[in-house]
């Protein structure tokens, strides 16, 4: 059973529009949550993340929102651009704070496209 | 300073035949994870290895056997490789509390 579960699946943007990407989890020992994008042929790489002591944690075009009670997190990508075509994972971790390392939960990824 | 490296970038495999992917790391960090990637199943996660000298089952372990060699290596082996294990392979590396950086990617097919 997939601990992260993300939505959705893939994205197609008009160049300018927001893409937003959506995660739900239910374990509530998730205490960070990053936001890895991809590029075809390479490995994933941080975009942007966030803990859980705040809602909203923004750079430059893109931002997590964050729901501690609903258990969900969400990336939005503001005026959206043809280099923003990637696949986006959301994941989560146990780690973030407590331990030595941080065992990540991934979700399933979305596969955006930004139109010119 | 490389970061994170993988080798092979490509390796094609026979049903049985057996291999390692090699991965190191210039970052002095402690921990280290091995991940396949299949579509629609985003990244799981192998094994890991939270510091020199230990290593862990991840999500989906079998079939696979790894070694922490020292702080900078960290291998999977492939003992008896199966079409099912035909993926993407990605190793990473992060250090206390921080973000995981990850590798370029190994592209194995089992036939």
């Known amino acids: 059973q997939q601990q992260v579960k993300q939505s959705p699946q893939s994205l197609i943007v008009q160049k300018g529009g927001i893409s937003i990407i959506n995660c739900a989890y239910e374990?509530?020992?998730?205490?960070?949550f990053p936001w890895y994008q991809q590029f075809p042929g390479k490995g994933p790489a941080l975009l942007i993340a966030?803990?859980?002591?705040?809602s909203e944690k923004k750079e430059g075009r893109f931002t997590i929102s964050f729901n501690k009670s609903a258990k969900q997190f969400s990336l939005h990508i503001m005026d959206s651009q043809p280099g923003d075509s990637a696949t986006y994972f959301c994941?989560?971790?146990?780690?973030?704070?407590?331990?030595?390392?941080?065992?990540?939960?991934f979700g399933s990824g979305t596969k955006l496209n930004v139109k010119p | 300073n490389a970061g994170v490296t993988q080798t092979p970038k490509f390796q094609v495999l026979k049903t049985g035949q057996s291999m390692t992917l090699q991965c190191a790391q210039d970052?002095?960090?402690?921990?280290m994870y091995w991940y396949r990637q299949d579509p629609g199943m985003g990244l799981r996660l192998i094994y890991y290895?939270?510091?020199?000298?230990?290593?862990d089952k991840g999500e989906v372990p079998n079939g696979y056997n790894v070694s922490r060699l020292n702080k900078r290596e960290f291998s999977l082996r492939l003992e008896s490789a199966a079409p099912s294990q035909t993926s993407v392979y990605f190793c990473?590396?992060?250090?206390?509390?921080?973000?995981?950086?990850f590798g370029p990617g190994t592209r194995l097919t089992v036939l």
């Open positions: 374990n509530t020992a998730f205490d960070y």
């Open positions: 966030i803990r859980p002591d705040v």
């Open positions: 990473a590396s992060s250090a206390r509390m921080a973000e995981q950086f």
């Open positions: 994941a989560a971790s146990p780690g973030g704070v407590r331990y030595n390392f941080n065992k990540f939960y």
């Open positions: 970052m002095n960090h402690n921990s």
């Open positions: 290895s939270a510091s020199e000298g230990t290593t």
